[in-house]
T-cell receptor, first 114, second 112 residues
């Protein structure tokens, strides 16, 4: 079974803190994604990566950056957390070229910024 | 940009009954995938069912089936013989290459 693991299920941070959200997948998938989930808005794409050190902006990249130094790991970084970044963050992966289209999700990281 | 619309924020169904969740989407592409994902409370999102746009036949997975109307850009999910474990948020999603769009979700409650 594909496993996508997000390092923290729940985090509480202060405004202005730097926040790292880590995601690891164990199926050698090329593509990895970070989504933000908010009630009434569904999932919105922050960034995705299709290879090591490669990244593309999604719909809402402002205030976020990402890092992919190894194929299995994709990190989301909030350089200076703000209260409007309080949300659920979902990491996902899929194998490029398999054409199944399905994303495999982690359990999510619920971030609260005070 | 492609959009996905789920017009029912909440739905309720009696155990063992059938419920249909609605989804419409907007695209100018002819080849794409459509999905229904399930997100149980405090648990990870999992795939329920997938439909390739080039296939006319509606996808089915056990108690789950879809009604795919390509011309109308409609993709509804029917859950038959609803079970308590079906209670969850359901998200409709569209994908064309690395452009994947999700609807706002429908929260399904199953009453015993």
């Amino acid at each position: 079974d594909v496993k996508v693991t997000q390092s923290s299920r729940y985090l509480v941070k202060r405004t202005g803190e730097k926040v790292f959200l880590e995601c690891v997948q164990d199926m050698d998938h090329e593509n990895m994604f970070w989504y933000r989930q908010d009630p009434g808005l569904g999932l919105r794409l922050i960034y995705f990566s299709y290879d090591v050190k490669m990244k593309e902006k999604g719909d809402i990249p402002e205030g976020y950056s990402v890092s992919r130094e190894k194929k299995e790991r994709f990190s989301l970084i909030l350089e200076s957390a703000s209260t409007n970044q309080t949300s659920m963050y979902l990491c996902a992966s899929d194998p490029s070229g398999k054409n199944t289209g399905e994303l495999f999700f982690g359990e999510g990281s619920r971030l609260t910024v005070l | 940009a492609q959009t996905v619309t789920q017009s029912q924020p909440e739905m309720s169904v009696q155990e063992a009954e059938t419920v249909t969740l609605s989804c419409t989407y907007d695209t100018s592409e002819s080849d794409y995938y459509l999905f229904w994902y399930k997100q149980p409370p405090s648990r990870q999102m999992i795939l329920v069912i997938r439909q390739e746009a080039y296939k006319q036949q509606n996808a089915t997975e056990n108690r789950f089936s879809v009604n795919f109307q390509k011309a109308a850009k409609s993709f509804s999910l029917k859950i038959s013989d609803s079970q308590l474990g079906d209670a969850a948020m359901y998200f409709c999603a569209y994908r064309n290459n690395n452009d994947m769009r999700f609807g706002a979700g429908t929260r399904l409650t199953v009453k015993p």
